[in-house]
C-alpha cells in the first residue's frame, strides 16, 4: 500500500468515526504552532487507543514520548476515575507544550509527565511499584527491549506484551508506535 492510499483511507476513517473534538484539535494546533514534529496518530488511532485502555479497563496507563501530548489526551479520556497517566518525555520543550495541552483538556490532574529520557525514568517508576495495565511506545525499534529492561523486565507488574504497530502521516521508517499491554 502506498503512503497516499494510506493515508486516504486513515483521513476517511478519521471523518467517518471521530467527531470534531475541540480540546484535541486546539492540541494539535499548539504542537505545530511550537514547530514539534507532526507525528501525532491520527484521530481514529487516537480512538483506538482510548477503546482498547477501557477495552481492559486500565487503571494506570505508561506512555514512553509525549510529543505535544494528543495521543496522551486520549489514554487519559479512558481512564477510570482515580485512574493515571504516567507519560515519559525527554525532550523539555515538548514537555512544555504537552502540558499546557493537558490543562487546555481538563486532564492535567490526571496525567503525570516526568521529563527526562526513558532509559532514565523508566528505573524510578518500576522502584515506584504501581501497576500499569498499558504501555504505549512511540519510539525506534532498537529501544524497546531496552526499555522494557529498564523498567524492571516485571512482567506481572507491567502487563502481558502484545505489539500492535500504527503508521501515521510523517513517520520515519525506522520509528513506529508500539502499544503493549
Same mark, same amino acid.
Given at each position: 500500500?502506498?503512503?497516499?492510499?494510506?493515508?486516504?483511507?486513515?483521513?476517511?476513517?478519521?471523518?467517518?468515526?471521530?467527531? +470534531?473534538?475541540?480540546?484535541?484539535?486546539?492540541?494539535?494546533?499548539?504542537?505545530?504552532?511550537?514547530?514539534? +514534529?507532526? !507525528?501525532?496518530?491520527?484521530?481514529? =488511532?487516537?480512538?483506538?487507543?482510548?477503546?482498547?485502555? #477501557?477495552?481492559?479497563?486500565? #487503571?494506570?496507563?505508561?506512555?514512553?514520548?509525549?510529543?505535544?501530548?494528543?495521543?496522551? !489526551?486520549?489514554?487519559? &479520556?479512558?481512564? +477510570?476515575?482515580?485512574?493515571?497517566?504516567?507519560?515519559?518525555?525527554?525532550?523539555?520543550?515538548?514537555?512544555?507544550?504537552?502540558?499546557?495541552?493537558?490543562? &487546555?483538556?481538563?486532564?492535567?490532574?490526571?496525567?503525570?509527565?516526568?521529563?527526562?529520557?526513558?532509559?532514565?525514568?523508566?528505573?524510578?517508576?518500576?522502584?515506584?511499584? &504501581?501497576?500499569?495495565? #498499558?504501555?504505549?511506545?512511540?519510539?525506534?525499534?532498537?529501544? &524497546?527491549?531496552?526499555? #522494557? =529492561?529498564?523498567?524492571?523486565?516485571?512482567?506481572?507488574?507491567?502487563?502481558?506484551?502484545?505489539?500492535?504497530?500504527?503508521?501515521?502521516?510523517?513517520?520515519?521508517?525506522?520509528?513506529?508506535?508500539?502499544?503493549?499491554?
Amino acid at each position: 500500500m502506498t503512503q497516499e492510499i494510506w493515508t486516504t483511507v486513515d483521513n476517511y476513517v478519521s471523518e467517518m468515526l471521530v467527531p +470534531p473534538d475541540k480540546a484535541l484539535d486546539q492540541a494539535l494546533e499548539a504542537s505545530a504552532d511550537s514547530g514539534l +514534529p507532526e !507525528i501525532a496518530v491520527a484521530p481514529n =488511532q487516537g480512538k483506538f487507543l482510548m477503546l482498547l485502555a #477501557r477495552s481492559i479497563k486500565a #487503571r494506570n496507563i505508561l506512555e514512553i514520548g509525549t510529543l505535544g501530548g494528543y495521543s496522551t !489526551i486520549w489514554l487519559a &479520556r479512558a481512564l +477510570p476515575k482515580a485512574g493515571r497517566v504516567v507519560t515519559l518525555e525527554a525532550v523539555a520543550r515538548h514537555a512544555e507544550v504537552a502540558r499546557a495541552n493537558f490543562k &487546555r483538556a481538563g486532564l492535567a490532574d490526571v496525567i503525570d509527565l516526568r521529563l527526562g529520557k526513558a532509559l532514565d525514568t523508566l528505573p524510578r517508576l518500576a522502584a515506584d511499584g &504501581r501497576q500499569i495495565q #498499558r504501555r504505549v511506545t512511540a519510539t525506534c525499534k532498537p529501544e &524497546r527491549q531496552q526499555y #522494557r =529492561q529498564r523498567a524492571g523486565g516485571n512482567r506481572a507488574r507491567m502487563g502481558p506484551l502484545q505489539y500492535r504497530q500504527l503508521r501515521s502521516v510523517g513517520h520515519r521508517p525506522d520509528c513506529v508506535h508500539t502499544h503493549e499491554g
